[in-house]
């Protein structure tokens, strides 16, 4: 991130080599790119949309059960997407919508907990309560149920706080 904001060229180059990394250097590439202060443009935002959609592809090829590098990639795809959610909702609202009709469970799992963070729900509460709706009508399997229940859960919360606080 301190590179992104002394040399964007040397931190593009550098964010897009570990998008091609192992699983730990592709978590350091979402990292680097859910900064909220290097997303001041539509083109950073892009950018980084860019490299969560492929970090986001390569989950999905990554044998399953996730061992524990490929979980920390995961849980880290589950808090970025929002951020770009936020600071560019007319281009990151597609491109999370693309992801949010995933059939892997994985995938799903990150969207849920996207779709939980309170950054996310102050923007659109309506549009994360349907999104999680649609999530919750797909089946689901395994430990994962837990954890997309917990997330819906929380998402009907602040949906009930925001929409309370509206009005």
């Known amino acids: ?3 992104g904001d ?3 060229g040397g931190y593009d180059r550098l964010v897009a ?6 699983p730990l250097e ?7 790119v859910a900064e909220p202060r290097l997303l001041a443009s539509a083109e950073a935002v892009r950018r980084g949309l860019r490299i969560l959609d492929k970090t986001t592809r390569s989950l999905t090829q990554l044998p399953k059960p996730l061992d524990e590098k490929a979980r920390v990639l995961r849980q880290a795809l589950g808090y970025a997407w929002s951020v770009l959610v936020v600071a560019n909702p007319e ?20 969207m849920a ?11 659109d509460s309506a ?26 859960r929380k998402i009907e919360k602040h949906v009930k706080h925001w929409t309370s606080d509206a009005g």
């Open 1 to 3: 991130q301190m590179v």
């Open 6 to 8: 002394a040399d964007s």
């Open 17 to 22: 080599k570990l998008a091609a990394g192992s």
């Open 26 to 32: 592709q978590r350091a590439a979402v990292a680097a």
């Open 91 to 110: 281009l990151g609202k597609p491109a999370m919508e693309a992801w949010l009709r995933s059939s892997d469970v994985d995938v799903r799992w990150l």
């Open 113 to 123: 907990q996207n779709l939980a963070k309170k950054r996310l729900l102050r923007l």
């Open 127 to 152: 549009w994360c309560a349907e999104w999680s709706r649609r999530l919750r009508s797909k089946s689901q399997t395994g430990s994962r149920r837990s954890s997309a229940s917990k997330a819906r």
